[in-house]
């Protein structure tokens, strides 16, 4: 890799109570407060409309909060035009300037900045070097696949050294071996320019893969923000467990620092504090299948799919609720028996009480 | 099998194609025999070679005097169609104006009006005003039938405009103006050409307005034409239409090579 470009020192982003409604009632971004720290890769993941590229576009100024603050690097930006932020955007769409060559499209930012044109040479060539793109200086946009489309895009972003870099959904249109490869690529890339990245996506694999820190977003509001770890294996509402991976949920109430499921069975948990109506939630993966009677609840294997290097099970169990179970592939070539009646476990720090709102 | 089907298809295309072609382009041939063939009248085949109606046509002050008309009012057409044809459809398609739709309409409806009544209306509005018949009523009458074709091509490349270009080019640093001149007039450049060459030929061609708006001492080409043709029915029309058309092509090409119509039209 060609010696990173130096950034000017990465920034951090804060947002106060943001709100954005659109005409026709619509709020779609309900005050929102984020603090993203220098140099952090943070995403923004949520369902389609929950509100993520309207915030990413109020930290760009291209559209205006109704209500709150931007404060970038310290300085509160919420009143400052886009063309004076000074901030890289990466598009889904890539919107490159199609009329002007790969080299013309990187060296717009600096031409606006007045850099002379031996330095704007250099930063263009090494900002290409940057996202292995040496050689296309010449061509259009139009002569040029997606994923190297995309790439010019980031250049263009990333040669003017912005402090924050924001991307929209910058790999969703690229297919899924390219996406890993860009996936992994943008992540060097952010950590050798030292820059602060703010990336939306719905791919919550993505979002797990790449992120520093992850907000989750639903209807407006976030809901929760973490390290990838911590909204996995601790989520701390519904929509957080059941928006990433897959989740079992079991109703239920805490009780004298117990859980008692909705049909009286008291299960397993570490000792929580507080009354009141919950759900216990336990990823496929932490469940174990023992045989019938020495686990917490028994059922009978209804489904098996086989997905490459795990299995995953269905138990159904007496009342006809079900269990996701996920054990890895034992390499044998055997599954289990179908309508074989067995016994479910779970280690009581991995089982996780989300309480009713 | 598949092979053969595709390849009839083609024929049948390649034939449509001709007859289009052929429709559209025998008409010229008509005049080009005509204008070109000595007997002062239509005759096929033609008995021969001459040059006396192109000398004809040159010589003649009327037509000549038209002539200069004409491309006076059609240059002064083009700039103005297009600056106002432009700078509207950018208006409708951008500024978020209430009542779009009603507007779009508005422009457009010269297009749907027939020519004879604009001009009659332009006329009737001149002689109220206590204007009379002067030359700007007749680039006033041209631009305001030529303005709806720059409007139709212009918006229909900010139809598939991807706004984000423009909002990429904010976020490098160009202010609004910037953003206008380097990337959002070169995108739709195109289009803009397009409706201008439209605007020249609408102009140049004009009858109907022109019709209205005319003097006897200050008339434009095809008005004297049709004059002509009252009269007399040689070949100087014929190579009147002829020196028209092709100075209308001329026209089309140097726009062509001046703004590069095919150059921004690659992407
Ligand atoms: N310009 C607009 N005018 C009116 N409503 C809008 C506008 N832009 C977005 N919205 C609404 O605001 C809400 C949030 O939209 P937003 O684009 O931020 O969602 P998103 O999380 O980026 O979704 P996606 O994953 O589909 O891109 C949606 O309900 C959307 O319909
Ligand atoms: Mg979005």
């Not at chain 2, 209306?121 to 680039?139: C, E, H, N």
């Not at chain 2, 953003?179 to 397009?194: K, M, Y």
Request: charged share 20%; aromatic share 8%.
């Amino acid at each position: 890799m060609p010696p990173p470009l130096p950034t000017a020192s990465p920034a951090s982003i804060t947002l106060e109570r943001v709100t954005k409604r659109f005409p026709g009632g619509v709020v779609a971004v309900d005050k929102i407060d984020l603090i993203v720290e220098p140099g952090e890769f943070f995403s923004l993941l949520g369902p389609s409309g929950c509100g993520k590229t309207t915030t990413l576009r109020m930290i760009a100024g291209f559209e205006a909060a109704d209500e709150g603050r931007v404060v970038v690097g310290g300085r509160d930006l919420t009143h400052v035009p886009v063309h004076h932020r000074d901030m890289g955007m990466v598009f889904q769409s890539y919107a490159l300037f199609p009329h002007r060559t790969v080299a013309e499209n990187v060296a717009f930012g600096l031409r606006m900045r007045g850099v002379a044109r031996p330095e704007m040479a250099a930063r263009v060539a090494s900002a290409l070097a940057q996202v292995k793109l040496e050689g296309y200086e010449a061509r259009r946009p139009a002569e040029l696949s997606g994923g190297q489309q995309q790439r010019v895009a980031l250049a263009r972003a990333i040669v003017i050294r912005p402090p924050v870099l924001l991307c929209d959904e910058p790999l969703g249109a690229l297919d899924r071996k390219l996406r890993q490869a860009m996936q992994v690529e943008l992540k060097e890339l952010q950590r050798a320019l030292g820059v602060t990245l703010v990336f939306v996506t719905h791919d919550q694999e993505e979002a797990l893969a790449m992120s520093d820190r992850i907000g989750v977003m639903n209807s407006g509001r976030l809901e929760q923000v973490g390290a990838p770890a911590d909204i996995y294996d601790r989520p701390r509402t519904r929509f957080v467990a059941e928006f990433i991976g897959e989740i079992n949920l079991i109703e239920g109430r805490v009780h004298d620092g117990g859980f008692i499921a909705a049909d009286g069975r008291v299960l397993p948990v570490s000792s929580e504090k507080g009354e009141g109506a919950a759900a216990l939630a336990l990823r496929p993966e932490k469940l174990r299948i023992v045989s019938s009677g020495a686990g917490v609840i028994d059922g009978v294997l209804s489904d098996a799919s086989f997905l490459g290097d795990q299995v995953l099970y269905t138990v159904t169990l007496a009342d006809g609720r079900r269990l996701l179970v996920k054990e890895r592939n034992p390499g044998t070539g055997a599954l289990r028996q179908n309508g074989s009646t067995l016994g479910v476990r779970w280690e009581p720090r991995d089982a996780v009480i989300l309480r009713n709102a | 099998m598949r092979g053969r089907r595709a390849s009839l298809g083609q024929r049948a295309y390649l034939v449509a194609n001709g007859a289009i072609l052929f429709f559209l382009l025998a008409p010229l041939a008509v005049v080009a025999v005509f204008a070109l063939n000595p007997t002062p009248f239509i005759q096929f085949p033609p008995v021969g070679v001459t040059t006396r109606w192109f000398e004809k046509f040159f010589a003649s002050a009327e037509f000549m005097g038209s002539l200069r008309l004409s491309l006076e009012v059609a240059a002064a057409v083009v700039v103005l169609a297009t600056l106002i044809g432009a700078a509207a459809a950018l208006a409708l398609a951008r500024g978020g104006l209430p009542g779009t739709r009603f507007l779009t309409a508005l422009f457009l409806a010269p297009l749907m009006l027939p020519a004879i009544l604009t001009g009659l209306a332009l006329f009737q509005a001149l002689q109220l005003a206590g204007f009379g018949r002067p030359t700007w009523a007749l680039v006033v009458g041209h631009t305001l039938v030529a303005v709806p074709y720059v409007m139709r091509t212009t918006l229909a490349v900010l139809s598939d405009f991807d706004r984000r270009i423009e909002e990429a080019a904010a976020s490098l640093g160009a202010p609004p103006l910037r953003v206008f001149f380097e990337v959002t007039l070169p995108i739709i450049r195109p289009g803009v050409i397009a409706g201008s060459i439209f605007a020249f030929i609408v102009s140049f061609d004009q009858f109907p307005i022109s019709l209205f708006l005319v003097t006897p001492s200050r008339e434009t080409l095809p008005v004297v034409l049709f004059n002509y043709m009252k009269f007399d029915l040689d070949g100087a029309i014929a190579a009147a239409s002829m020196v028209s058309i092709l100075l209308a092509l001329a026209v089309v090409i140097v726009i062509d090579r001046l703004v590069g119509l095919r150059a921004t039209m690659r992407f």
